[in-house]
């Protein structure tokens, strides 16, 4: 098999690296920078630093500071009337996966046009679109590096996944200073994501040489830097590792396949409004358990890299330790139920039918070592609600 691999032709990586975002967007030899962000950035001052590091550049940046948490097809109106009020020839998005997102889907609807269900899987987008260059602030996403935007049908309540390389940004700046002042909560859901997407690229169906080193280096580095980043916020060693992490699990999930676990958060963010990496950390143990026995080498190596189990371990012992170990983090990280998090039961299971209908349509449970039917992930939906 060949793998087609593609990445961000620019990234700065490192503490200060937010002061070369001007020098990055010049030396693309663009002028009129977009900056893409939400209200809580602007609120802080951050967009306006951001807004200077620009302009001492020589460039003339606008913003638009209307991105909204799992950003919707109703919220890139505004957007792109910005967009060509500004007459931008860049989008800088800035902030967590939200703001990023909907960069990428602005980037692209200001070249082609349309609305954003024309781009939704199964379609794959090659372009055109305006560049994009983004400055995440959390450390889960991994939307910094890859070639996918989430937005959801505000008519439907769909959460669309939109793929192909129009989608990647031509740079990233990857500055771990930014995640200095996440909260607890935050912490924890962005850190789940990011191991989810290195576990997942690399049990996926899709999985190569490529994606799995990145992917193997994110598990293990995140085994450790994850617990500390959540004791202690101002921990400077272990936010840096979780940042470099999240951006090594965006590469190698960008570039194999998420699987069951995303196809099935994607509706509870939608119907739910729960956060991204929340859903994934509640879906994570038991589509693990349901899975194992179709990738026994694959989970033991991801336990192996965790530090769950030993090089002696055979391979059913070691998954079944990664699975252990998963159930812990989650335990130790506070992550919710469904219903302890609020989620009335009726209307759950009213929806699960059409969850289970959506997660199949978006395609990543077909990358699944065990791709399941529409009744399995109805029970699968059923087993994490208590």
Known sequence: MVASIALPRVMRIGAGAIEELGTVVADLGLHRPLIVTDAFMTSTGAAERMSGILTRAGLTPGLFSGAVPDPTTDSLHAGLEALREHDADVVVGFGGGSPMDTAKALGLLG??????????????????????????????SGSEATQFAIITDSATDEKMLCPGIAFLPTAAIIDYELTLSMPQRLTADTGVDALTHAIEAYVSRRANPFADSMALTAITTISTALPRAYADGTDARAREQMML?????????????????????????????IAHGLSNAMLLPAVTAFSLSAAESRYADCARAYGAAAEADDDATAARKLLDALTGLCRDVDVPTPESYGIDRERWQNLVPLMAEQAVASGSPANNPRVPTEAEIQDLYAQIYP
């Open 245 to 273: 992490a999240a951006t090594q699990a965006g590469i190698a999930f960008s570039n194999s396949s998420v699987a069951l676990v995303h196809g099935m958060s994607r509706p509870i963010g939608a119907h739910f409004h």
């Open 111 to 140: 070249r082609q046009g349309g609305s954003m269900g024309d781009y939704k899987a199964p379609h794959n987008n090659t372009g055109p679109a305006l560049p994009v260059v983004v400055v995440p602030t959390t450390a889960g």
